[in-house]
């Protein structure tokens, strides 16, 4: 069995019991980037000499027998983690020469872990975008066929971890962005609650509903990411003061009795059949595993789309203002004046999927439009967060697909912004609840990797990733990868 189709949990007990070395680790997927990198695009940067100095001291602490269970393992990081001494773009031309003075929350708990950072990873700019298609840096290929899409936006991340050029990635969701791609490239992605890990140094695009979480092969890898990651922050406003459980403890108990919410919104026009047919199989290999399934009601979540396309944009048009090219970033070339730098510095550091929703949000804010707009969308996130809570009080978590289709081609949807949102339609009620979503491998449809979405109540990590854990206990998706790769 190679190095890099090894699980995290596999990679960890290979270096605790010193048949390989960190650095061994390390300089093999560093080999793997530079061989396959080039086709997939999935790296900003790659930083070889700070990951083999990592590496190195991860080995004498393992020597010393100091180790936490990811010491040594590399990992890489979504680019909109601020990176101290490192190139952080946030896939934007905005940011292209911005070196971050300091570490993100999450970059400094992996650092603590002794955790080794293989680089930065591509994104659809300041996180906007389903594809991967929006980046200054050129779009991210789907390893399973390159001429198809990885996602978004966490495009990078995702096709990463599936061509096993990193172990497993960071990535961030605020309307399906780690699920969305997890289920396009056929690997596990989890959306904790709001507030369960750290925002700060995490590049802000809608902060009511940004989070960051782990991207990996399997779900007890992501519980491995998440004892990392989660964490109260006294620097971070929006993080829950809570204590963090250990998310490997209950990985290993059985599902009999568990209640299956299929809410009959996810299963009705929109959904390609093949993706149905599979998200059917993955629900019948519950009911083997001893669960019950209920049929439930999500009745406003045919709403999320709109509200989220109110509520991420106004937020976004308020959390860009900052980039104007005064204090840091991309600067316009000899301004007559403060205007002239205001308007050319933004107009030529933005892409147009950035300003479409920079202009959606200012006009959803604007005198007069508020009330019609932002505040009927939050009154409409409420109703949302209420069917939700209703459904929880009959069932342990809800399933569905994570998106309506396979991989599209680069490009199919370019020119119609609708259809591209629309990617993101069983995703996005999760985020403007605030609530605990994955996506694990389930299947194929046309060759193309098939995501199940699972929906848990407010810190019920432990059971999302229990309930992934047993159907990849009995079923092998999980371990597919595209042969090239291999």
């Not at 009620?429 to 060759?447: D, I, K, Q």
């Amino acid at each position: 069995m190679s190095l890099h189709t090894k699980t995290l949990k596999q990679l960890s007990d290979e270096l605790q019991n010193k048949n390989v070395s960190s650095v061994e680790l390390t300089q093999h997927f560093l080999e793997r980037i530079e061989k396959f990198d080039a086709e997939l695009n999935s790296f900003v940067t790659v930083t070889k000499d700070q990951a083999l100095s990592q590496a190195k001291q991860a080995d004498e602490l393992i020597a010393k027998g100091n180790a936490s269970p990811l010491t040594g393992i590399p990992i890489a990081q979504k680019d909109i983690f601020c990176t101290q001494g490192i190139k952080t773009s946030c896939g934007s031309k905005m940011l292209d020469n911005f070196i971050s003075p300091y570490n993100a929350t999450v970059v400094e708990k992996f650092n603590g872990a002794g955790a080794v950072m293989l680089g930065k990873l591509n994104m659809d700019e300041f996180a906007m975008g389903s594809s991967n298609e929006t980046s200054f840096y050129g779009p991210v290929s789907n390893p399973w066929n390159t001429n198809c899409v990885p996602g978004g936006s966490s495009g990078g991340s995702a096709a990463s971890v599936a061509a096993r050029i990193a172990p497993a990635s960071t990535g961030t969701d605020t309307g399906g962005s780690i699920r969305q791609p997890a289920s396009l490239c056929g690997i596990t992605g989890l959306k904790p609650t709001y507030g369960r890990v750290s925002r700060y140094g995490m590049i802000a695009f809608a902060s009511s509903l940004d989070q960051a979480g782990p991207i990996t092969q399997t779900a007890e890898d992501a519980a491995l990411l998440l004892n990392a990651m989660a964490g109260f922050d006294p620097k971070d406003s929006t993080s829950v003061e809570k204590d963090v459980p250990d998310y490997t403890a209950d990985l290993g108990s059985d599902l009999k009795g568990l209640k299956i919410g299929l809410p009959k919104e996810y299963f009705g026009e929109g959904l390609d059949s093949e993706v149905g047919d599979v998200i059917n199989a993955a629900v019948e290999q519950y009911k083997t595993l001893g669960a019950e399934i209920v049929d439930i009601e999500l009745p406003n979540s045919g709403l999320s789309v709109p509200a989220y396309y109110v509520v991420a944009p106004a937020e976004c048009s308020s959390n860009l203002s900052r980039f104007d090219g005064v204090r840091f970033g991309y600067r316009c070339d000899n301004p007559v004046d403060l205007e002239d730098l205001y308007k050319r510095s933004r107009g030529e550091g933005f892409g147009p999927e950035v300003k479409r929703r920079i202009m959606i949000g200012a006009y959803a804010l604007s005198a007069g439009y508020y009330d019609a707009y932002y505040l009927k969308a939050q009154k409409v996130r409420h109703l949302i967060s209420d069917d939700f809570k209703q459904a929880f009080e009959k069932v342990d978590v809800i399933m569905g697909p994570t998106s309506p289709n396979v991989a599209f081609n680069k490009g199919e949807r370019n020119d119609d912004p609708i259809a591209m949102y629309l990617s993101d339609i069983y995703t996005i009620a999760a985020n403007l609840a605030g609530l605990p979503g994955m996506s694990v491998p389930a299947g194929f449809a046309n060759n193309l990797p098939v995501g199940l979405q699972i929906i848990g109540n407010y810190f019920g990590e432990s059971r999302l990733l229990n309930v992934a854990h047993q159907y990849q206990m009995n079923t092998d998706w999980h371990t597919q990868m595209p042969e090239v790769y291999k």
